[in-house]
């Protein structure tokens, strides 16, 4: 059984620091895609960044510059260090695994990508 397991949030003043990281578990093949995305109270969920396994990044708008992501292919985790924090960064933040493949299903011969979510952490910056 495959789990995403997020830590690192908490609380942070203006201008502050906090890192996150994610771990994935179980069975796993390989994973296409690790990311994050944030949903604030009342508002949609949203891109924050992610990352393909060749490298290739990808973030949202209004974090282009502060945030940056970074993943362990290896180790199936991703981290994502984030700098000159700001109130409306304040939000639950889920780690993202897209296009999972387990170990049971290359031996079966069956592939099917899947998609997992983490459980959220909490970000809180204080103005």
């Known amino acids: 059984q495959v789990r995403l397991v997020e830590s690192g949030g908490g609380l942070a003043q203006f201008g502050g620091s906090l890192r996150l990281s994610c771990a994935a578990s179980?069975?796993?093949?390989?994973?296409?895609?690790m990311g994050w995305y944030r949903q604030a109270p009342g508002k949609q969920r949203e891109l924050v960044a992610t990352?393909?396994?060749?490298?290739?990044?990808n973030y949202g708008d209004s974090v282009k510059g502060r945030f940056t992501i970074s993943r362990d292919n290896a180790k199936n985790t991703v981290h994502l260090q984030m700098n000159s924090l700001k109130p409306e960064d304040t939000a639950v933040y889920y780690c993202?695994?897209?296009?999972?493949?387990?170990?049971?299903?290359?031996?079966?011969?069956?592939?099917?990508?899947?998609?997992?979510w983490g459980q959220g952490t909490q970000v809180t910056v204080s103005s």
């Open positions: 993202n695994a897209e296009g999972l493949i387990t170990t049971a299903q290359v031996m079966s011969t069956k592939i099917l990508p899947g998609d997992y």
């Open positions: 179980g069975s796993i093949f390989s994973i296409n895609v």
């Open positions: 990352m393909v396994k060749d490298g290739t990044t």
